[in-house]
């Protein structure tokens, strides 16, 4: 995890006091100070923690595609247009570029 990831896993930590408490239960189990790469992967806690903070806060913003052939998107929810028709679909052209922007908000549902 980079600094970035830390700083919102610490953020999602003091938003969830009860996940703080067991993942503190958690770590304060281990043997040693000085855990092996198996002992700290062992961790289900901490690893839903780590999981949950790169689904929830992504490390890109977006990911960049260009349109290979005329292709028809279709949508999760209809709009009406400018001229009062649903529409259900979106034409995408061959070379237009799309951007999917990650975006998520959730909290730490899986320790």
């Given at each position: 995890?980079?600094?970035?990831?830390?700083?919102?896993?610490?953020?999602?930590?003091?938003?969830?006091?009860?996940?703080?408490?067991?993942?503190h239960?958690?770590?304060?189990?281990?043997?040693?100070?000085?855990p092996?790469?198996?002992?700290?992967?062992?961790?289900?806690?901490?690893?839903?923690?780590?999981?949950?903070?790169?689904?929830?806060?992504?490390?890109?913003?977006?990911?960049?595609?260009?349109v290979?052939?005329?292709?028809?998107?279709?949508?999760?929810?209809?709009?009406?247009?400018?001229?009062?028709?649903?529409?259900?679909?979106?034409?995408?052209?061959?070379?237009q570029?799309?951007?999917?922007?990650?975006?998520a908000?959730?909290?730490?549902?899986?320790c």
């Amino acid at each position: 995890m980079c600094r970035t990831a830390i700083s919102w896993a610490i953020y999602g930590l003091c938003q969830r006091p009860d996940f703080q408490r067991k993942l503190h239960k958690e770590v304060s189990a281990v043997a040693t100070e000085t855990p092996s790469y198996e002992e700290i992967n062992s961790l289900p806690c901490l690893d839903a923690i780590v999981r949950e903070t790169l689904r929830t806060y992504s490390i890109t913003p977006g990911i960049l595609r260009v349109v290979a052939e005329d292709t028809m998107l279709p949508l999760s929810k209809p709009y009406v247009d400018r001229e009062g028709n649903k529409q259900n679909s979106v034409l995408c052209v061959k070379a237009q570029q799309l951007c999917a922007v990650s975006f998520a908000e959730s909290a730490y549902n899986s320790c």
